[in-house]
């Protein structure tokens, strides 16, 4: 018998193994907030709600259609763009400098990519065709630069210190989710009319790319989210600590229960946080649940088992990919707006590949791909221990260390724990695919 059978031997089916595991999960967060903080217990939950947004939306592609996609990071960032682009304030005198020149330089942007996809596709194939395109483009591409970047050094010029961007719209935070996702989702489809076509490892090297180039283009474009010099003090859904903290009425009840008000403000708006991801996530599982066990759901698992077969039954395998794409890079853009709103700003510099697409499959792949319960228990589980695995191991190291003499070894030992924890990554996921192939909550 393998040890992958003993394991799964050894462990209860069904929904009850799902409910041991979701009970030892919460008792890790519910340890958290009794031998260290509520306030950093509530701040890991509010992270794993989103990591878990992340982690479905990645399961959408792979685990109901078998896209092997490692893009997530640049979905996550556009999300977060929205937020600017939607809630924040537009920015003084920023339209007026070069509005109206940036507007018109990506319309022009726009027809002359479409008329070259035009032309390609009405004049016959030969020279003719590739000098038309090729004429199109050029030409194109030195109007839309004639028009563009006169506009983008006066938006940037436009005290830059404080703006340098075009601002946003000003409209309810809450309104940036939804278009973070169909940021996301249009992103999507642009990449997966050219992308979708390749076999799966050239699609993972693809996606990983264009990542990294919507990242580039968030990074050095200062005129829409102000670049490396971030955008601060994001509208938020919930109340700011320090506004509690200066009303009588809420300093009075928090004294009244025994609370320090600056605690007491931290955890009130951490748990409405909690409950407004929490809502996010549940509607998000029965939506995509509801999809899973449809006919849809069944032809994308059939598609995914066996293209093969699913094509010689009149399956259009190549739309349905883009289907399950763009769904799932719009959960993914959903979770980055909702990220973004959490920290109340955004740093495009702090998007990396690490945090932001491999540490998402590892929850994918620890919980279950095809099970969306178990891209939820993964994003709790993989998230605590991204957050608590390094200061465990200050902790587990300096015991025993204590006894040590000074030297070499001790201080090498010290030093280690920093990479605790990408050392705990590697084998919790080399002992999942050891004992657990199919993840701790296999697909049924």
């Given at each position: 018998m393998?040890?992958?059978?003993?394991?799964s031997?050894?462990?209860?089916?069904?929904?009850?193994r799902?409910?041991?595991?979701?009970?030892?999960?919460?008792?890790?967060?519910?340890?958290?907030?009794?031998?260290?903080?509520?306030?950093?217990?509530?701040?890991?939950?509010?992270?794993?709600?989103?990591?878990?947004?992340?982690?479905?939306?990645?399961n959408i592609?792979?685990?109901?259609?078998?896209?092997?996609?490692?893009?997530?990071?640049?979905?996550?960032?556009?999300?977060?763009?929205?937020?600017?682009?939607?809630?924040?304030?537009?920015?003084?005198?920023?339209?007026?400098?070069?509005?109206?020149?940036?507007l018109?330089?990506?319309?022009?942007?726009?027809?002359?990519?479409a008329?070259a996809?035009?032309?390609?596709?009405?004049?016959?194939?030969?020279?003719?065709?590739?000098?038309?395109?090729?004429v199109?483009?050029?030409?194109?591409?030195?109007?839309?630069?004639?028009?563009?970047?006169?506009?983008?050094?006066?938006?940037?010029?436009?005290n830059?210190?404080?703006?340098?961007?075009?601002?946003?719209?000003?409209?309810?935070?809450?309104?940036?989710?939804?278009?973070?996702?169909?940021?996301?989702?249009?992103?999507?489809?642009?990449?997966?009319?050219?992308?979708?076509?390749l076999?799966?490892?050239?699609?993972?090297?693809?996606?990983?790319?264009?990542?990294?180039?919507?990242?580039?283009?968030?990074?050095?474009?200062?005129?829409?989210?102000r670049?490396?010099?971030?955008?601060?003090?994001?509208?938020?859904?919930?109340?700011?600590?320090?506004?509690?903290q200066?009303?009588?009425?809420?300093?009075?009840?928090?004294?009244?229960?025994?609370?320090?008000?600056?605690?007491?403000?931290?955890?009130?708006?951490?748990?409405?946080?909690?409950?407004?991801?929490?809502?996010?996530?549940?509607?998000?599982?029965?939506?995509?649940q509801?999809?899973?066990?449809?006919?849809?759901?069944?032809?994308?698992?059939?598609?995914?088992?066996?293209?093969?077969?699913?094509?010689?039954?009149?399956?259009?395998?190549?739309?349905r990919?883009?289907?399950?794409?763009?769904?799932?890079?719009?959960?993914?853009?959903?979770?980055?707006?909702?990220?973004?709103?959490?920290?109340?700003?955004l740093?495009?510099?702090?998007?990396?590949?690490?945090?932001?697409?491999?540490?998402?499959?590892?929850?994918?792949?620890?919980?279950?791909?095809?099970?969306?319960w178990?891209?939820?228990l993964?994003?709790?589980?993989?998230?605590?221990?991204?957050?608590?695995?390094?200061?465990?191991?200050?902790?587990?190291?300096t015991l025993?260390?204590?006894?040590?003499?000074?030297?070499w070894?001790?201080?090498?030992?010290?030093?280690?724990?920093?990479?605790?924890?990408?050392?705990?990554?590697?084998v919790?996921?080399?002992?999942?695919?050891?004992?657990?192939?199919?993840?701790?909550?296999?697909?049924?």
């Amino acid at each position: 018998m393998s040890g992958a059978q003993m394991t799964s031997q050894a462990l209860p089916q069904g929904p009850a193994r799902g409910l041991l595991l979701a009970a030892f999960v919460a008792a890790l967060f519910i340890a958290t907030g009794m031998f260290q903080s509520w306030t950093l217990a509530l701040l890991i939950v509010n992270m794993a709600l989103i990591s878990s947004i992340m982690a479905l939306g990645v399961n959408i592609q792979w685990g109901y259609a078998g896209l092997f996609s490692v893009g997530t990071m640049g979905f996550v960032a556009l999300g977060g763009l929205s937020v600017v682009l939607v809630s924040s304030s537009p920015a003084p005198g920023g339209w007026a400098a070069g509005g109206p020149g940036i507007l018109l330089g990506l319309m022009m942007g726009a027809a002359t990519i479409a008329a070259a996809v035009m032309a390609a596709a009405k004049v016959p194939k030969g020279r003719k065709r590739t000098i038309s395109v090729a004429v199109i483009l050029i030409v194109g591409f030195f109007i839309f630069r004639a028009i563009f970047d006169p506009a983008v050094q006066a938006v940037e010029a436009n005290n830059p210190s404080a703006h340098g961007n075009l601002g946003g719209l000003g409209l309810p935070v809450l309104l940036a989710w939804p278009v973070g996702g169909l940021l996301a989702a249009a992103a999507a489809w642009a990449i997966g009319k050219t992308a979708l076509g390749l076999r799966s490892d050239y699609l993972a090297i693809a996606t990983l790319g264009i990542a990294e180039i919507i990242l580039a283009v968030m990074k050095n474009e200062d005129w829409l989210g102000r670049g490396v010099k971030n955008v601060i003090s994001l509208p938020r859904p919930v109340p700011y600590e320090v506004d509690l903290q200066r009303t009588q009425a809420f300093v009075d009840w928090a004294t009244s229960w025994g609370f320090d008000p600056i605690t007491a403000s931290s955890i009130v708006v951490r748990l409405m946080y909690t409950g407004l991801f929490a809502v996010v996530l549940l509607a998000l599982i029965w939506l995509s649940q509801a999809a899973l066990h449809s006919p849809w759901g069944r032809m994308m698992r059939a598609i995914r088992d066996n293209e093969v077969s699913a094509e010689a039954m009149g399956k259009d395998v190549t739309r349905r990919h883009l289907q399950v794409f763009i769904l799932g890079s719009a959960v993914i853009g959903i979770a980055g707006a909702m990220m973004t709103t959490l920290d109340s700003q955004l740093t495009p510099g702090s998007y990396s590949p690490l945090r932001f697409t491999f540490l998402i499959w590892v929850m994918v792949i620890v919980g279950g791909s095809g099970n969306n319960w178990g891209s939820v228990l993964g994003g709790f589980l993989i998230w605590w221990l991204w957050v608590m695995v390094e200061p465990i191991g200050n902790w587990v190291m300096t015991l025993i260390t204590s006894g040590m003499a000074d030297g070499w070894l001790k201080g090498h030992l010290i030093n280690s724990a920093a990479h605790m924890r990408l050392l705990t990554m590697g084998v919790v996921l080399l002992l999942v695919l050891r004992f657990a192939p199919k993840g701790l909550l296999p697909e049924r």
